[in-house]
């Protein structure tokens, strides 16, 4: 975990763009959290439409109930307050996810069968839990001292 000092305040104060790193607004992390979930879902409707060979052209007719479920989980989880969460907001917005998106699928008419329900949940977890797993081992590693560049670095440092 970084922790901002005086010495950092007054680097960022100074102009030095590395100390600016560790301000990071709330709401861009959120923000970002919240659009990598979005993004892993819509991955989720693009491979499921393409291996069973259905036309792209109706991925939001896919894509809006799983979006939904995803925007329930996050609300849900008050998924702004802590955005990379495994055990918080990755657990409900992947629960939420999967829960609302075959209940909004089958009241919309679409189809929900018991081996798509098992494989929506198991890839839709692997994608909304796994770059957050992925996350907390470089921020673990960036709390032993270990450089941590980029952007990646950027989310991890807290204000």
Excluded: C, K, Y
Excluded at 145 to 157: A, C, I, K, M, Q
């Amino acid at each position: 975990m970084s922790v901002r000092t005086d010495a950092d305040a007054a680097r960022a104060r100074s102009g030095d763009a590395a100390a600016r790193l560790v301000v990071v607004d709330p709401r861009l992390r959120a923000l970002v959290a919240f659009a990598i979930d979005l993004i892993a879902v819509a991955v989720f409707v693009v491979i499921g439409r393409a291996s069973h060979r259905e036309d792209q052209s109706a991925f939001l007719v896919t894509f809006w109930p799983f979006a939904t479920g995803l925007v329930i989980g996050w609300v849900g989880a008050r998924g702004w307050r802590r955005p990379f969460s495994i055990s918080r907001t990755g657990l409900l917005a992947w629960v939420g996810t999967v829960l609302f998106g075959m209940l909004l699928r089958a009241l919309s008419g679409q189809g929900v069968q018991v081996a798509f329900v098992i494989v929506a949940a198991i890839v839709v977890g692997a994608l909304l839990l796994g770059w957050r797993f992925l996350l907390a081992a470089l921020d673990r590693s960036a709390s032993r001292g270990e450089n941590t560049p980029g952007p990646v670095g950027f989310f991890l440092r807290r204000r």
